[in-house]
């Protein structure tokens, strides 16, 4: 029901849909049993669709994350919504696959997944021989990278290419003639520490590796793609969450893993665009973190208002309730499922437990799914569940 407001709500809008995109294994590895395939809409902030596929009903775990997005791009079509911009990593398969289904949709990429594989690559090569000067210079690439991006007019991919080049200059101190689309420097006269900063000789081994890096055909087509707005950072931290609902470290069975997905989306939704906290006297809240990511560094962070567990709540005691055959309250009563969504035959998906629809919309479930949900408020139900589990296939609201 809250993903049939969500679409709903854009329809209403009219707009063309801004949305990022990404997968989740179940497990660490390469060899995950469940996928799930999370959606954001961009501007909104908020989990629009989340898809859980299983590994042998694509043909292996490599194929699930391009069978989440089939499935949701599919359910859209049939909303009548319009997908304007899609952001992603750089998954080559689905890069492919959205070029030669969907041409009609911007696929652009994600800045931080592609200079974090860039950054990788220059430590690596920093480690050589007569390369150790390239050190310095990986956090400050890396940065012009986001610069190139960021400060680029949408749909001009040559110049950002042709800004993310002439880094190859400035790091032998050499701030003009770079080139035509991007012609010399723009931070003006070097002062001070940025001055004396550790140039790299011309034609000595670093800076041929560091021009072979930074030239890469491949990495100069993926930063053609770069997005310059909106990018993926809130379906890391959607995925972040996730983890507290459904832990790599664990197996959950189908019914169980979708039931915790979709809980940790309503969690997510209710507190995606939670507002900024302020102090007695007034003023913004801030916290300093250091990041497991930035290795020690500093980062300063907004000290967001305390977040509310509404949705989850209301799931579990729903739960809860129907377990130990307590009445709802009225506005939680059992009601069939409306049919405002139209589901094919083609999308509908046997999961192991029978009668469970596996790519649903988060909204709906099952009673197997009611079930599975109070195994994670108290396992000792397990037995009163198992006869609930077969009960006729009414629909919680
Ligand atoms: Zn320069």
Same mark, same amino acid.
Request: glycine share 8%; aromatic share 8%.
């Given at each position: 029901?809250?993903?049939?407001?969500?679409?709903?709500?854009?329809?209403?809008?009219?707009?063309?849909?801004?949305?990022?995109?990404?997968?989740?294994?179940?497990?660490?590895?390469?060899?995950?049993?469940?996928?799930?395939?999370?959606?954001?809409?961009?501007?909104?902030?908020?989990?629009?669709?989340?898809?859980?596929?299983?590994?042998?009903?694509?043909?292996?775990?490599?194929?699930?994350?391009?069978?989440?997005?089939?499935?949701?791009?599919?359910?859209?079509?049939?909303?009548?919504?319009?997908?304007?911009?899609?952001?992603?990593?750089?998954?080559?398969?689905?890069?492919?696959?959205?070029?030669?289904?969907?041409?009609?949709?911007?696929?652009?990429?994600?800045?931080?997944?592609?200079?974090?594989?860039?950054?990788?690559?220059?430590?690596?090569?920093?480690?050589?021989?007569?390369?150790?000067?390239?050190?310095?210079?990986?956090?400050?690439?890396?940065?012009?990278?986001?610069?190139?991006?960021?400060?680029?007019?949408?749909?001009?991919?040559?110049?950002?290419?042709?800004?993310?080049?002439?880094?190859?200059?400035?790091?032998?101190?050499?701030?003009?003639?770079?080139?035509?689309?991007?012609?010399?420097?723009?931070?003006?006269?070097?002062?001070?520490?940025?001055?004396?900063?550790?140039?790299?000789?011309?034609?000595? *081994?670093?800076?041929?590796?560091?021009?072979?890096?930074?030239?890469?055909?491949?990495?100069?087509?993926?930063?053609?793609?770069?997005?310059?707005?909106?990018?993926?950072?809130?379906?890391?931290?959607?995925?972040?969450?996730?983890?507290?609902?459904?832990?790599?470290?664990?197996?959950?069975?189908?019914?169980?893993?979708?039931?915790?997905?979709?809980?940790?989306?309503?969690?997510?939704?209710?507190?995606?665009?939670?507002?900024?906290?302020?102090?007695?006297?007034?003023?913004?809240?801030?916290?300093?973190?250091?990041?497991?990511?930035? *290795?020690?560094?500093?980062?300063?962070?907004?000290?967001?208002?305390?977040?509310?567990?509404?949705?989850?709540?209301?799931?579990?005691?729903?739960?809860?309730?129907?377990?130990?055959?307590?009445?709802?309250?009225?506005?939680?009563?059992?009601?069939?499922?409306?049919?405002?969504?139209?589901?094919?035959?083609?999308?509908?998906?046997?999961?192991?437990?029978?009668?469970?629809?596996?790519?649903?919309?988060?909204?709906?479930?099952?009673?197997?799914?009611?079930?599975?949900?109070?195994?994670?408020?108290?396992?000792?139900?397990?037995?009163?569940?198992?006869?609930?589990?077969?009960?006729?296939?009414?629909?919680?609201?």
């Amino acid at each position: 029901m809250r993903q049939t407001f969500l679409l709903g709500t854009f329809q209403a809008e009219g707009r063309d849909l801004v949305l990022g995109g990404d997968g989740r294994a179940d497990s660490p590895g390469h060899c995950a049993k469940f996928g799930s395939h999370t959606m954001l809409e961009l501007h909104a902030n908020v989990v629009i669709d989340i898809q859980l596929v299983q590994s042998n009903e694509c043909g292996g775990s490599y194929h699930m994350e391009k069978t989440g997005m089939e499935r949701f791009l599919a359910h859209l079509e049939r909303q009548g919504l319009a997908v304007g911009t899609m952001v992603t990593d750089r998954h080559r398969q689905i890069a492919k696959w959205l070029r030669e289904t969907y041409p009609h949709i911007e696929h652009l990429y994600d800045i931080w997944h592609v200079a974090k594989g860039f950054s990788k690559k220059l430590l690596a090569a920093s480690n050589e021989r007569e390369c150790q000067v390239l050190r310095p210079w990986i956090k400050s690439v890396s940065n012009h990278m986001y610069w190139c991006a960021v400060s680029t007019p949408s749909g001009e991919g040559a110049q950002i290419v042709a800004k993310w080049e002439s880094v190859v200059s400035h790091v032998q101190n050499v701030h003009t003639g770079h080139g035509d689309l991007f012609q010399s420097c723009i931070h003006g006269r070097l002062e001070g520490r940025e001055s004396h900063k550790k140039w790299l000789e011309p034609s000595s *081994k670093a800076a041929v590796k560091l021009e072979t890096l930074v030239c890469n055909k491949t990495l100069c087509k993926d930063i053609l793609k770069l997005s310059g707005g909106s990018q993926t950072s809130a379906v890391e931290g959607f995925h972040s969450l996730l983890i507290q609902f459904a832990p790599k470290m664990y197996v959950f069975s189908y019914t169980g893993m979708l039931c915790r997905i979709l809980i940790a989306a309503l969690h997510f939704n209710e507190n995606a665009n939670r507002v900024q906290g302020v102090t007695k006297t007034g003023e913004a809240m801030y916290s300093i973190k250091y990041p497991k990511g930035r *290795k020690g560094a500093a980062v300063l962070r907004r000290v967001l208002k305390s977040p509310t567990y509404v949705g989850a709540g209301v799931c579990l005691c729903v739960c809860v309730c129907v377990c130990v055959s307590l009445s709802l309250p009225d506005s939680l009563q059992v009601q069939p499922l409306p049919q405002v969504l139209p589901i094919t035959n083609q999308d509908l998906h046997k999961g192991p437990e029978e009668g469970c629809s596996g790519p649903l919309p988060f909204s709906s479930g099952c009673m197997c799914t009611a079930w599975s949900l109070c195994l994670c408020v108290r396992p000792s139900l397990m037995c009163v569940l198992l006869i609930v589990r077969r009960c006729s296939p009414v629909y919680l609201v």
